[in-house]
T-cell receptor, first 119, second 112 residues
Framework: GAVVSQHPSRVICKSGTSVKIECRSL??????MFWYRQFPKQSLMLMAT?????????EQGVEKDKFLINHASLTLSTLTVTSAHPEDSSFYIC???????????????FGSGTRLTVV | AQSVTQPDIHITVSEGASLELRCNYS??????LFWYVQSPGQGLQLLLK??????LVQGIKGFEAEFKRSQSSFNLRKPSVHWSDAAEYFC??????????FGAGTRLTVKP
């Protein structure tokens, strides 16, 4: 089945530095990827939608200059948290839309998530 | 835009008892509905999904869900819960060419 590989799974960084998270679609082409953020014991909140070769669409309240998304190829989307601060500590998950033959094969596949801790 | 409500934040059931997790959605057209499970610190695992057809959907790990259009609901059920089912459960609604929106989640605790 469609698999999305997300790395790193955990990262600890110092306040003020930048962190890049990668999501790769391993056996399919992901024209659209979604980035979610999840605070402890809360639901997944959509941050942005990235489309290959174009600018990402950010949800209201998400700082596009802080959370840089690049989707330069059909198999790779990256999220860079710039000038990270402790309040950016969270669980970040990417997702790709999977298109198959007919709606039964339509769905979303998720990466395993990245636990970011900013100290 | 689509939205999802999971009314129960936390549910505790005894091992072997039946389980029902509630999910209500809001969407103007026929939705695509999903149930995911998440163990602590882990990603999401798809339990089942509904697009059309038979309103009773069978999933993995013995779970099933029933789509009821009249009630805008997609409740998840399992006849006999196992201790390994303890996790966070998310209902989600998506639509073709749209993103997916998640409910707030229901945390399931299983008592021995």
């Amino acid at each position: 089945g469609a698999v999305v590989s997300q790395h790193p799974s955990r990262v600890i960084c110092k306040s003020g530095t930048s962190v890049k998270i990668e999501c790769r679609s391993l056996d399919f082409q992901a024209t659209t990827m979604f980035w979610y953020r999840q605070f402890p014991k809360q639901s997944l909140m959509l941050m942005a939608t990235s489309n290959e070769g174009s600018k990402a669409t950010y949800e209201q309240g998400v700082e596009k200059d802080k959370f840089l998304i690049n989707h330069a190829s059909l198999t790779l989307s990256t999220l860079t948290v710039t000038s990270a601060h402790p309040e950016d500590s969270s669980f970040y998950i990417c997702s790709a839309r999977v298109h198959g033959q007919g709606p039964a094969n339509y769905g979303y596949t998720f990466g395993s998530g990245t636990r970011l801790t900013v100290v | 835009a689509q939205s999802v409500t999971q009314p129960d934040i936390h549910i505790t059931v005894s091992e072997g008892a039946s389980l029902e997790l509630r999910c209500n959605y809001s969407y103007g057209a026929t939705p695509y509905l999903f149930w995911y499970v998440q163990s602590p610190g882990q990603g999401l695992q798809l339990l089942l999904k509904y697009f059309s057809g038979d309103t009773l959907v069978q999933g993995i790990k013995g779970f099933e869900a029933e789509f009821k259009r009249s009630q805008s609901s997609f409740n998840l059920r399992k006849p006999s819960v196992h201790w390994s089912d303890a996790a966070e459960y998310f209902c989600a609604v998506g639509a073709k060419n749209n993103d997916m929106r998640f409910g707030a989640g229901t945390r399931l605790t299983v008592k021995p």
